[in-house]
């Protein structure tokens, strides 16, 4: 079972920046996916980008493609989202998501039902 938490959410001008960290626990026997998704009030969740751990081949949504970036520390096994130039429509809840074995390594930034495992998301509001 793979848990993950997000963490480093919070307030920030537009213009800003803020990184998230997806920390994870827990045995998985693949190293599959990983992803960010948000979903703002209202709208269905999105997906932001996702990577594969071990070649760091990444995909980018195109709303948030040349501000944002993902990253994976193959010491700790953590994910991050750095955030640059944020804009009021970045505002939203932040899952940490990642893919199990019917989809193990996306190409693309995914869907949700192609993970079976999140964390419980952090929030990001930007204020303009």
């Known amino acids: 079972q793979v848990r993950l938490v997000e963490s480093g959410g919070g307030s920030v001008q537009a213009g800003g920046s803020l990184r998230l960290t997806c920390s994870s626990s827990g045995n998985a026997h693949r190293i599959c996916s990983t992803g960010w998704f948000r979903q703002a009030p209202g709208k269905e969740r999105e997906g932001v980008a996702s990577?594969?751990?071990?070649?760091?081949?990444?995909f980018y949504g195109d709303t948030v493609k040349g501000r944002f970036t993902i990253s994976h520390d193959s010491a700790t096994n953590t994910v991050y989202l750095e955030m640059n130039n944020v804009k009021s429509e970045d505002t939203g809840i932040y899952y940490c998501?990642?893919?199990?074995?019917?989809?193990?390594?996306?190409?693309?930034?995914?869907?949700?039902?192609?993970?079976?495992?999140w964390g419980h998301g952090t929030q990001v509001t930007v204020s303009s």
């Open positions: 998501a990642r893919t199990g074995d019917d989809y193990c390594l996306l190409s693309g930034v995914g869907v949700p039902s192609q993970f079976p495992n």
């Open positions: 990577i594969r751990p071990l070649s760091g081949q990444t």
